[in-house]
């Protein structure tokens, strides 16, 4: 069973020789070579140059070996392919202008193509990776888009979310209406291109309480997953503070459900009754810790998981102060195992 025939099995939830094991943000500013890149090229460079793009994203598994690929890419690819202004500081992206009363809305459209580069880039990794490595696409979900639409600078809340949803509820749906459609497209193009699945990041849906959940995000959440089902492409949904949400997002009809560290493993497995395939959920500090502990957190989680229907990540994307050392030594540790 290659890298490849194990990613899917495991999206299936399909027997396999291992888990499989990949990074949230594997392709990153942890990496010495992508901070030799980064020295010479701008953000959107890196993302929307192919051959950087396709550098970048192969670096991890170059280095470390990984059974899948993650597009290096950006969620508000979304926002720019509209024609809204994207910028980036250091205190992290801004969207210009922000949505207040609908009327910056107005004349925001995909154009012909408006992904062509995606799908160019996503091609060239596919040529590259198979038949013997997974490639994974990915996307914003639409509430988490529209929340980058609202909020200023890095959200601390969903509140101008909700308010909106609350006072405009015209000017909501009609911003949700464009974000699903663009996104859409975007996994489309994504999956006819090569990818071998696609995950959506919902990452602030976890702000919400259950009901304004069930509400505001999971009906255009279930509604690109059934517009992409179809394609028959596995689908992943990642939450960020997911526990009093999981079945809801289960509810919206992925393949596999991707959760953070705000639950343990065993408890989702409970909760879910195998309808659902799992990834995650270990804590990027685990990775600062020596290799003899990393080693005995992976098998205690694959134990709690168990080998089918699991994909072993981490519950938060790998961030810039990560040694690579522990990386290697986490995904060293789950090559290792053997039931």
Not at 3 to 16: D, K, N, Y
Request: aromatic share 8%; glycine share 8%; net charge neutral.
């Amino acid at each position: 069973m290659n890298a490849r025939e194990r990613f899917l099995a495991a999206c299936r939830r399909e027997p396999v020789d291992r888990p499989p094991v990949w990074l949230m943000r594997q392709a990153g500013r942890y990496l010495p070579e992508y901070q030799a890149l980064r020295a010479r090229h701008g953000f959107w460079e890196l993302m929307r140059t192919p051959e950087l793009a396709v550098e970048v994203t192969l670096q991890p598994l170059e280095r470390f070996g990984m059974d899948a690929a993650i597009l290096f890419s950006d969620i508000l690819t979304v926002q720019d392919a509209l024609g809204f202004g994207v910028t980036y500081d250091a205190g992290g992206p801004r969207i210009s202008p922000l949505v207040t009363d609908g009327r910056e809305l107005d004349g925001l459209a995909l154009g012909d193509g408006a992904f062509a580069f995606v799908g160019g880039i996503v091609s060239e990794l596919a040529r590259r990776l198979h038949p013997r490595r997974a490639l994974i696409g990915f996307a914003g979900a639409p509430f988490t888009l529209a929340a980058y639409c609202l909020e200023r600078g890095p959200q601390k809340s969903v509140t101008r979310v909700v308010e909106l949803a609350e006072r405009r509820p015209a000017v909501y749906q009609r911003l949700l209406e464009l974000l699903t459609e663009a996104v859409e497209r975007l996994c489309r193009v994504q999956m006819q291109a090569g990818a071998d699945a696609v995950q959506l990041f919902d990452t602030w849906a976890g702000k919400l309480d259950a009901r304004c959940y069930a509400e505001l995000a999971a009906p255009w959440t279930r509604r690109l997953f059934e517009r992409l089902r179809p394609l028959g492409v596995p689908l992943v949904l990642y939450l960020r503070n997911c526990r009093q949400l999981l079945e809801a997002a289960a509810g919206c009809g992925p393949d596999v459900l991707s959760v953070d560290d705000s639950l343990e493993l065993a408890e989702a497995c409970r909760r879910l009754e195998g309808a659902r395939a799992l990834q995650g959920n270990f804590s990027p500090e685990l990775l600062r810790r020596p290799a003899a502990e990393i080693r005995t957190a992976v098998r205690a989680g694959i134990a709690a998981a168990g080998p089918r229907g699991y994909i072993v990540n981490l519950g938060q994307g790998l961030t810039p102060d990560i040694p690579p050392d522990g990386v290697a030594a986490f995904v060293g540790a789950v090559k290792e195992w053997r039931s």
